[in-house]
């Protein structure tokens, strides 16, 4: 029984493309899946802003590609709630989806960006 190599059975290019195709799922894979601080907590970058309406106003930190909920104590609240519309970097150490299917992150700490600071 003869062998065939694989790269005789599918075409050079095909093996190529699908080389890059599988890097590039692994860059954006690993891109989207947050940032990491050299202690362990994660950190998300948003704008800072209200969903719902009053009473049942949350803040919430929004980016390009997702919305998140935030949970976090008083201090924090207050910070944030002041500080709406601006960009911020919010330290979170865990992230859950409430009943809705929404993420939540509890954040721990939040760093109020500068406008040159967010471009």
């Known amino acids: 029984m003869q062998k065939y190599r694989l790269s005789y ?6 093996l190529h493309i699908s080389f890059i195709s599988f890097i590039s799922f692994i860059i954006l894979f690993i891109g989207c899946n947050g940032s990491k601080n050299t ?28 919305v998140y909920l935030l949970d976090c104590n008083d201090e924090i609240h207050q910070t944030l709630y002041k ?10 150490s865990s992230m859950y989806k409430n009943d809705e299917g ?18």
């Open 102 to 119: 929404l993420k939540v992150l509890k954040a721990v700490n939040v760093e109020i960006l500068d406008e040159q600071d967010s471009n």
């Open 83 to 92: 500080n709406q519309g601006k960009s911020a970097k919010v330290y979170y």
């Open 39 to 66: 202690d362990g907590t994660s950190f998300v970058l948003g704008q800072i802003q209200t969903v719902n309406n009053e009473p049942f106003a949350v803040l919430a930190v929004i980016n390009d590609t997702s």
């Open 9 to 14: 059975l599918l075409p050079t290019y095909f």
